[in-house]
């Protein structure tokens, strides 16, 4: 799911004047969350933009690969095993949902972390307590954009039941979309998005089995149909129907459930995402994908070809560290 705000001046009034918090923060509230599918065909399960270059994922490997200031990529891997692989537990249908976006928020900050510091200048470099003071930022201020603004603008129209459900979750992506538009025309944001489109470019030329190269990739789309930022409109309608089944306890308690629920949606939304991977080819589902789709034209850009050259660096590395283990 991508949290986010509409102005960066909010955030620099709540982290300080410090110039060296402002990059991460913008980008950490680019974030877009992405959730575990099968994906057969695909070495990736997982991916995310970061600052100047794309982080990839697999079963077993994330891969990090950022564009310096001097032009040279630079390349971090990492071995991850989940905690679903340790606990059996773990992998029951739900609870595999709430790791998975756990694990997927944590090591996506992992990756904007190093990023981060790989594309600032020695004095510039963020230490783990401001990243995680961004994160705190960035998490208590999406929660209060789309859980608790949406529910109290929702309740100045004095409606009612299953209606005032549906409202809400209009007005909650009509929030997420005005947003969207607003930072793309951000020039660090854009170029995020950018990159955001390279990831799709690389993994796409990727699944097509071609040599991968700027040139043959160049031939791909920007879009995605496993993307993540599908999980934002299936979070709206799950939140939708489960709000509406939960009793009336009035004002107080149902902007509770807003915030409280907030794990259970996820996990929820992660179990449909992954019945609408294991049956992508079905025609219904191609159709119902199609919003998400839509929704990447505004969390994606045409990237260039420096950028579809990290890209392609990531997606490899992760293939070779995936053969190389059997």
Not at 82 to 89: Q, V
Not at 225 to 254: E, H, K, W
């Amino acid at each position: 799911m991508t949290y986010g705000i509409p102005s960066i001046k909010t955030f620099l009034t709540l982290l300080g004047p410090s110039q060296k918090n402002i990059r991460p923060v913008k980008i950490l509230l680019g974030m877009k969350l992405t959730a575990e599918g099968k994906e057969e065909p695909s070495l990736a399960f997982g991916g995310q933009a970061v600052i100047e270059g794309v982080m990839i994922r697999s079963k077993k490997h994330m891969v990090v690969c950022v564009r310096q200031p001097n032009e040279e990529i630079l390349t971090k891997t990492e071995e991850t095993k989940s905690l679903s692989e340790k606990h059996r537990l773990l992998r029951l249908p739900f609870l595999r949902g709430i790791v998975a976006l756990f694990e997927t928020l944590y090591l996506g900050i992992k990756g904007l972390y190093f990023s981060a510091n790989a594309t600032l200048e020695e004095e510039e470099k963020l230490n783990p307590k401001e990243i995680a003071l961004a994160v705190i930022a960035a998490l208590a201020l999406s929660i209060f954009l789309f859980s608790i603004i949406p529910f109290f603008l929702t309740t100045l129209l004095n409606l009612g039941g299953v209606v005032f459900n549906i409202m809400e979750g209009v007005v909650r992506l009509a929030i997420l979309l005005l947003y969207l538009a607003s930072i793309s025309l951000v020039g660090e944001f854009r170029r995020v998005f950018q990159y955001h489109g390279a990831e799709h470019t690389a993994i796409n030329a990727y699944e097509a089995g071609v040599e991968l190269n700027v040139a043959n990739a160049k031939k791909y789309s920007r879009f995605h149909a496993r993307c993540g930022t599908s999980f934002l409109l299936i979070v709206t309608l799950i939140s939708i129907l489960l709000f509406s089944i939960m009793p009336n306890l009035g004002y107080f308690m149902r902007l509770a459930y807003r915030v409280l629920l907030i794990p259970v949606i996820g996990a929820v939304s992660y179990e449909v995402l992954r019945l609408s991977d294991r049956y992508k080819n079905s025609r219904i589902i191609k159709v119902l994908v199609t919003p998400g789709l839509g929704l990447q034209y505004l969390t994606t850009r045409e990237p260039d070809e420096k950028m579809i050259a990290v890209a392609l660096k990531a997606v490899e590395e992760v293939d070779r560290l995936q053969k190389s283990q059997g």
